[in-house]
Each structure stands twice: as C-alpha cells, then as structure tokens.
C-alpha cells in the first residue's frame, strides 16, 4: 500500500532564509509525487511534481523538490522564503491507481 | 477557464440530518475525486469517479456516498450526519483516471459544519 509520511506538522523560519519541508513515501511501484498548497479558505494548489523524468523537479514561486529513490524521500525546498509562502503543504503520492494520497500536511510559518 | 466549482460553500446542519455537495469539474475533465479535510486526520480520500462509474473508495462508512453525471459533475451525499462529520469537503477534478500522471485541480470546498 502506498503512503506518505511528511516530518514536522509545522516549521518557522525566517525571511530570507531556506526552506525545507521533508517528505518521505512507500510505494511498491514507481510513484508519481507531488507537492502541493493551501492557503487559508481555499482548496489545493499543485506547486510541483515528478512523474519519472528528471529526478530533480522546478516548481512555481521558486521551489523545487528533488525525488531521491534509494531514501524514498521527495524533500521540498526553497532557497529564500517570502512572508507570502506561509501557507499549509502537502506532499501526496499517486501509483498510477485510482487515488492520490496525501500526507498529513506541514504549516510553513514565515517571520519577518 | 472556469476551475472547478463546489457549493455550497458553507452549510450548518444538525445531528441526523443528511447532506448534498456538488462539484462541478473543470470542462474537459472526467475525473472527479472528494476528500474529507480535518484538523485531526488531513486529507482523506472519499472516492473517485470517471465516466459516471465509481472506480476507487476510501475507508469511510456507507453513510458517504457519490455519483457522477453524464456531463461530468459530481455530488456527494452524507446521511444521519453526527458531530465527527464536521469538516471541509474538497472536490478535485481530473483529465486522466486518479490524476495518476497529471494534476489535480481541487475546488474552494464545502465547509460543514454539524451541530
């Protein structure tokens, strides 16, 4: 059965500095992984995502995540954070069935 | 383009009553999945049509269930609401079967609120 496993419900960091928000998947097969967004009152947003081309994907609004196979992990990151990138994320994995499974979810917190 | 549109978008109902939730996808789209999203538990996957046919269920009692239209447009209904069913119900639409290579689009979302 597939799963996701994102460490840390909520990570602080201040402006300017790096973000990172770690993800860790189980899968059987190859997966297709995703990032995703939520800002408050409203539905999800795709920020990136890695369908077996290069291993190291871009997103939107500078971030990027980097799908390493032999630690099943698809960490998500950003050189310099923005007041605007507070927001909830979700890494989510899908195997090609029926259903995209989302991880539990990690609260970016930006300080000025 | 219009994205994908769920309503109402906030509702508050009693213990024992039921509930209707429609999504209407993106044009084009014949993916259809809902997730239920609380605080406690996230994101959880409710099921997944295409093509009017349920092809995925999640872990969820028989009192949750769905249907698609032939137009693509998708409802949900919850019966003999209780307490725990209180949360945000997302809609996500789909050009391929599960988003399995492509993205999910996902709606604004049906706030429940059961008291």
């Known amino acids: 059965a597939q799963s996701v496993t994102q460490l840390g419900s909520h990570v602080s960091v201040s402006e300017g500095a790096l973000v990172l928000l770690r993800c860790n998947y189980s899968s059987s097969v190859p997966p297709y992984l995703f990032w995703y967004v939520q800002y408050p009152n409203q539905g999800l947003q795709l920020l990136l995502k890695?369908?077996?081309?290069?291993?190291l994907v871009k997103g939107i609004n500078g971030f990027e995540a980097e799908f390493k196979k032999s630690e099943t992990s698809f960490h998500l990151t950003k050189p310099s954070a923005h007041m605007s990138d507070a927001a909830e994320y979700f890494c989510?994995?899908?195997?090609?069935?029926?259903?995209?499974?989302f991880g539990a979810g990690t609260r970016l917190f930006v300080k000025a | 383009k219009a994205g994908v549109t769920q309503t109402p978008r906030y509702l508050i109902k009693t213990r024992g009553q039921q509930v209707t939730l429609s999504c209407s996808p993106i044009?084009?789209?014949?993916?259809v999945s809902w997730y239920q999203q609380t605080p406690g538990q996230g994101l959880q996957f409710l099921f997944e049509y295409f093509s009017e046919t349920q092809r995925n269920k999640g872990n969820f009692p028989g009192r949750f269930s769905g249907r698609q239209f032939s137009n693509s447009r998708s409802e949900m209904n919850v019966s003999t609401l209780e307490l725990g069913d209180s949360a945000l119900y997302l809609c996500?639409?789909?050009?391929?079967?599960?988003?399995?290579?492509?993205?999910?689009?996902f709606g604004e979302g049906s706030r429940l609120t059961v008291l």
């Open positions: 044009s084009g789209h014949r993916s």
């Open positions: 890695y369908t077996s081309a290069a291993t």
């Open positions: 996500a639409s789909s050009l391929e079967v599960g988003g399995n290579t492509g993205e999910l689009f």
């Open positions: 989510a994995v899908n195997t090609g069935g029926f259903k995209t499974i």
